[in-house]
Each structure stands twice: as structure tokens, then as C-alpha cells.
């Protein structure tokens, strides 16, 4: 059974590619949201395997809102800065330039 | 003064003093009341009519002076009763107690004279209706005509009916005339206080003095000698009282030479505060003009208000040569004292002129530290926007390239293609990275996301020596948070740079309204905070937000970079 993914970010261009390169490493994209409430609301709804999730997100920090997902789901945390740059601890995270299909490969089997 | 009106107070110094004997001469030599008494009735006459008199001349304008006088002459004349002639008699015994009712007029006018309120109005007309019945007392006297022409209806029942509603009245009213300058003492400011307090207490000494005599009159039923004595020295005091009280703004202006000579003898003695001794108020305020605007602001150059209409505190323009140079704000009180606020202010005109350029001159400083500041902020303001606008901008457009080419790269199979693809997405990663490092430069994000403890750690990170950092989290304004990164970045650095050292340590805290920042290091020390490490336009940044740096590097000894910085 293959691994679902919401993608969560406020860039447009960034969802569009994302979720190619999701599609292409062998997940099914079951959504996408621009800010934390929508996030959160079809994290609810559509129970997806994982959340690709902006750190920066314009309404709520990306950090905060993976503490109110739904315990069952898994995340990755993405963003355009470095890990040293957000203090983002021992999350699981990749800059957005690490972004490769080998990468998701090896996610999807740590996900599924 | 006019030539007629001298006259009339020449007649008035010569004819005073011969009334007054003749007023109280008749009770010395009729033996009525003991003769040890006649100086004191002769000085409550003559003191009330020289103190009112006096008053009278000096504040014209007010109606105590001639109230105090005609209290004295009523009392003058309340003594002719003493001679043994029928008509010296009775008008005596009708003018007899109504200096007591002139008194509580004082009272309650006090200090303006005036009644001013309808109510006060009314009860001082009702007061001097107790004479009306103090003459209707004389007509019902039950005793003959050859001694007393006014008694024309012997009825001693209603005799005695009157002299009990007299003597209830005059006690009540007098009361109620202490009770209404009491109040007015309780409510007053300290320029009023000092008008108001020697005439309450004189009021209550001659009150409880009068009190003792009644009590002692009931207990022996009759006037012992020693009785006549306490009323009539609490009533030397009154006149005293009121001449005392409003004479004191004349005493006042004499002290305005000491105010001067203080002034320039003292350099750190303010403006203010001298002012505020001289008219003895204590919250008093100087405001000096702003240039040619309509506004005023104080020593220290802050903006001062000036008091609205109604308010307890008034204004007094100060001017020199027609220019408009500061405003007294002081209490309303002090209008009464025109003169005196008027000399007080004519006498410091050029220290204030002096001081009112100072105050201007700290107003400009004020200005510019605040523009100084706004200038910082909006710097800041703008480095946030434009790392947010490469983030959001440029950042997104490369990142999205580089999925891109990540994804054409999976498709290709041609070597070549391969392996230019690969060229560019190195070129491509190096670009976000620098961009990355740019931004970062720019304004640090983790500083606005999580604050200066936390952008104080990835610094620690990132720095060539082990670096403990001590901070709570506690967040501070982002001037603040903003100033205290660039303190520790620069400072990291110069312990990179110059140090030498094998450790370092950041502390963020906060005590007494201030963040402290510090950093040190145990490397060699001897810095310089003016050359060549940077400081010295933190130092700025700092001083912007009122804030300080200050550089500790003794040879040998490491060095510590503080920052204090005012975050309430």
C-alpha cells in the first residue's frame, strides 16, 4: 500500500513541484494546505501516512503545529533555512535544496 | 494716594485711638469688670482696628481688612455701655456681642472677604439677624428709663427668652464659621494652608477659651475674675491671626531678593524648585516656551501640560522684553497673591530665560535621541522585510528550480545531459546557500521566530570555540532582542579574530528594568573598544535604545563585552 502525504506550505510554485516529486518517489498525494488551520483541518479529515510541513508557515509556526497533529502521523519538516537557523532540534528535517527523489525514497520506507 | 483720603487717615490715627480709650475706659472707672482687664479690652479694640486698617491699606482689593476694623469699632462700642448715661447704656448693650457676629463674617468670607456662594450669603444675613434681636433684648430689659433709654416694654420672661435664642445662635453660628474654614484648610494646598491656618487656629484658641469660660460659669453660677482672662487673650489673637495670614505674601516678596541672590550663588538649585520655595508651593512646575510654538516643555525638555479651566492649578505667564518665555503652572491659590507671583516672576526673568534655552536645548537632545532610535528600528524594520522578501522571493523561485532539475535528472538518460544537470544543481545548491548565508546576515530569522536566547545558541554553534550559553528565554522587545544579537555576533567574532581564546560564554538576563547581555572570553585580552573591532558602532546601536556598552580587557584577563539595555 502505498504511503500518503499531505504537503503543507504556503508557496504554490513549491506544492506543485513537491507533490511531482512525492508522486514520482512512489507516494499518493491526498492533499495540500497553505497555513496551520487548513493544515491541521485536512490532517483531521484525510488521515495521511505523513506531512511534508514548511516550517514558516503565515500563520503558525511549522514547529508548533506537528505538536497538534494527530499522534499517528508522521512528519517532515522542510524549509529554505537550515536546521541550525530554526533551532530545530532532533525533528525529523530537510532543507527544501535536500529535496530528492533518493531522499523521499528512503522516508517512504522509513514511513510505510 | 490722594491728598483727601491722607487726611482721612491722618483723622482716623488721631480719632482711632481717643474712641477707642473713651470705649473702654468706662469699665475701669466704673469697676463693672475687674481693672486688671482694661489693657486687654483695650487692645482686642485697638488691635482689631489697626489690623484691619493695616490689612485694608495693603490689600485694598479684599474686604477683610475693613471687616477686621469694623470689629474692632463694634467692639468700641458695645463698651460705652459701661458709663452711667441711659443712651451710652443702651446703645452699647445693642452693639454689645456684635463684634462676635462680624467675626464669624470674617470666617466665613476668609480669605477673599467675599461671600461668594448664595448660601454663604444667606447665613451671613441670618447672623447679623441676632442683632436685630440683641436690640429687641435692650427695648425688653426690665429696668428704668433714666437708666437704659431704650427700654420701652419691661418684659423680663422675653428678656431672658432672647438672651437663650442669642447666645444658642452666636454659639451655633460661630461654629458653623470655624467649620467652614476648617473645611477649607482640609481641602486646601499648601499656598492656601498658609493663608487659612493661623486664623483656624487663632478661631478654635478663642473657641475653646470661650468654652472653659461657659463651663466655669455654669459650675460657679457666677464670673469669677480669673474667667474675664483666657477669652479676651484668644481674642488679642484674632486680629493677629488675619493680619498675620494675609500680610504673609508681603513678607513673601521681601523674600524674593533671597531668591535671586540663592539663584546665583547656586548653580545646581533649579528653577524650579527654587520657585516653589519662594511661593511656597511645592508642586509647582516651570515651563518654558518652545521656540514660537504654542507649547511648553519642562527642565528636563519633556512636554509639559498646562493646566485645563477648573482645574486646581493655575498659570502665570512670564515674559521679558515682550517675548513669552515660560508659564508658572502653580496652585490657583496664588492668584489671590498677584503681586507676589508678579515680583517673583520679574525677579528671576533672565534665570528663566536662561533656563528656558537649556530646556530647549535638552528638548533638541531629546529629539535627536528619538530620532536616533526611530532610525534604528526602522533599519531594523527593513532588514526583517528584505530577509523576509528573499526568503519568500528569490529563495522560493531557486528551491522550486532545483526540484526541478532533480526531477528532469531522474528522467534523462544521456550522460552529457547527466552530467551538466549535475553542474547545475551544484550551481544551483551553492547559490541557495549563499542567498541563505545573505539572508541570515541581513536579519537572523530564529531571532524574530524564537527569540535572542535561542539565535544566541546557533551563534554558540557556529563559533571556532565552545561557547556555554546561560539565558532563561525570557523574550525582550525586538529593538532590543535585535540590538543583543549584533552585540554577541560581533563580539563571537572578535573573540575569533583577536582572543586567543579557548573558551567562551554568553549570559542573557535581566535585572532592574534592563537586559543584560554579556559575553567573555578567557583569551588575552587588552581590546579596544574604539578601534577597528566594531563595538564602537554597537556601542551606538545600544546608546540608541538608551541603552550602554561597556568593554572590559585588561591584558591577560580575557575579555567581557556588556550590554545593558532598558526593556520595561
Not at chain 2, 524564537?450 to 528565554?473: H, I, M, S, W
Amino acid at each position: 500500500m502505498r504511503t500518503t502525504v499531505l504537503i503543507v506550505d504556503d508557496h504554490p510554485s513549491f506544492r506543485r513541484l513537491a507533490r511531482r516529486l512525492f508522486e514520482e518517489a512512489g507516494f499518493t498525494v491526498v492533499g495540500e494546505a497553505r497555513d496551520g488551520q487548513s493544515a491541521l483541518d485536512s490532517a483531521r479529515a484525510l488521515r495521511p501516512d505523513l506531512v511534508l510541513l514548511d516550517v514558516m508557515l503565515p500563520d503558525i509556526s511549522g514547529i508548533e503545529l506537528a505538536e497538534r497533529l494527530p499522534p499517528e502521523v508522521s512528519v517532515l519538516l522542510v524549509s529554505s533555512r537550515s536546521a541550525e537557523d530554526l533551532a530545530i532540534g532532533s525533528r525529523r528535517f530537510l532543507r527544501k535544496d535536500e529535496l530528492t527523489l533518493d531522499r523521499l525514497r528512503a522516508v517512504a520506507g522509513g514511513t510505510g | 494716594m490722594t491728598g483727601r483720603a491722607r487726611l482721612g487717615w491722618y483723622c482716623v490715627l488721631v480719632a482711632g485711638p481717643l474712641f477707642v480709650v473713651f470705649g473702654e475706659l468706662g469699665f475701669w472707672l466704673n469697676g463693672i469688670t475687674p481693672r486688671e482687664t482694661f489693657p486687654l479690652d483695650l487692645g482686642v479694640s485697638s488691635l482689631s482696628i489697626a489690623s484691619g486698617l493695616v490689612l485694608w491699606r495693603l490689600r485694598p482689593d479684599n474686604r477683610t481688612g475693613a471687616l477686621l476694623a469694623l470689629s474692632g469699632v463694634l467692639w468700641t462700642i458695645g463698651g460705652i455701655r459701661a458709663y452711667r448715661d441711659p443712651w451710652t447704656f443702651g446703645v452699647g448693650q445693642c452693639f454689645d456681642g456684635s463684634q462676635d457676629l462680624v467675626l464669624a463674617h470674617l470666617l466665613i468670607a476668609y480669605p477673599t472677604g467675599r461671600l461668594g456662594r448664595r448660601s454663604l450669603r444667606v447665613l451671613v444675613t441670618a447672623g447679623y439677624g441676632l442683632f436685630v434681636l440683641g436690640v429687641v433684648k435692650t427695648a425688653t430689659m426690665d429696668m428704668p428709663r433714666q437708666f437704659n433709654a431704650f427700654a420701652v416694654w419691661h418684659a423680663p420672661r422675653v428678656h431672658s427668652a432672647l438672651g437663650t435664642i442669642g447666645s444658642v445662635g452666636a454659639g451655633v453660628y460661630a461654629t458653623t464659621g470655624i467649620a467652614i474654614v476648617g473645611s477649607r484648610w482640609l481641602r486646601a494646598g499648601t499656598t492656601r494652608r498658609r493663608v487659612l491656618g493661623p486664623v483656624l487656629l487663632a478661631a478654635l484658641l478663642f473657641a475653646f477659651a470661650d468654652a472653659v469660660d461657659q463651663i466655669v460659669l455654669a459650675i460657679t453660677g457666677s464670673e469669677p475674675d480669673v474667667v474675664f482672662f483666657p477669652p479676651l487673650v484668644a481674642r488679642l489673637v484674632i486680629p493677629l491671626a488675619f493680619l498675620f495670614g494675609l500680610a504673609r505674601a508681603r513678607l513673601d516678596r521681601v523674600a524674593v531678593g533671597d531668591l535671586v541672590r540663592e539663584l546665583d550663588a547656586s548653580g545646581a538649585e533649579t528653577m524650579q524648585s527654587a520657585l516653589a520655595r519662594a511661593l511656597h508651593d511645592p508642586g509647582l512646575r516651570v515651563g518654558y516656551r518652545l521656540g514660537d510654538r504654542d507649547a511648553f516643555i519642562d527642565s528636563d525638555g519633556r512636554p509639559l501640560a498646562l493646566p485645563v479651566d477648573g482645574s486646581d492649578h493655575a498659570v502665570t505667564y512670564v515674559s521679558r522684553n515682550d517675548v513669552q518665555l515660560a508659564a508658572i503652572v502653580h496652585e490657583r491659590a496664588l492668584l489671590e497673591q498677584p503681586a507676589l507671583v508678579e515680583a517673583v516672576s520679574a525677579a528671576v526673568g533672565l534665570a528663566l530665560d536662561n533656563e528656558r534655552l537649556h530646556a530647549q536645548l535638552r528638548n533638541q537632545l531629546q529629539e535627536l535621541r528619538a530620532s536616533r532610535t526611530r532610525l534604528v528600528r526602522t533599519a531594523d524594520s527593513e532588514r526583517r522585510r528584505l530577509e523576509r522578501d528573499l526568503h519568500d522571493g528569490a529563495q522560493q523561485r531557486l528551491l522550486a528550480l532545483g526540484l526541478a532539475l532533480n526531477m528532469l535528472r531522474a528522467r534523462v538518460r544521456d550522460d552529457d545531459a547527466v552530467q551538466l544537470l549535475a553542474e547545475a544543481q551544484e550551481e544551483l545548491a551553492t547559490a541557495v546557500r549563499e542567498l541563505r548565508e545573505l539572508a541570515r546576515g541581513i536579519h537572523p530569522a530564529i531571532l524574530s521566530d524564537q527569540g535572542l536566547a535561542a539565535a544566541a545558541r546557533t551563534l554558540a554553534t557556529r563559533c571556532a570555540v565552545p561557547v556555554e550559553v546561560t539565558a532563561n528565554g525570557r523574550r525582550f522587545p525586538p529593538a532590543v532582542e535585535t540590538a543583543g544579537y549584533y552585540v554577541i555576533a560581533e563580539a563571537l567574532a572578535n573573540v575569533i579574530r583577536y582572543s586567543g581564546a579557548s573558551r567562551a560564554w554568553i549570559e542573557i538576563g535581566e535585572a532592574n528594568g534592563l537586559a543584560l547581555i554579556a559575553v567573555g572570553d578567557d583569551g588575552v585580552g587588552g581590546a579596544d573598544a574604539g578601534v577597528g573591532t566594531g563595538l564602537a558602532g554597537l556601542a551606538d546601536r545600544v546608546g540608541a535604545l538608551d541603552g550602554r556598552l561597556v568593554v572590559t580587557s585588561a591584558p591577560g584577563s580575557g575579555t567581557t563585552v556588556r550590554a545593558e539595555i532598558p526593556c520595561a
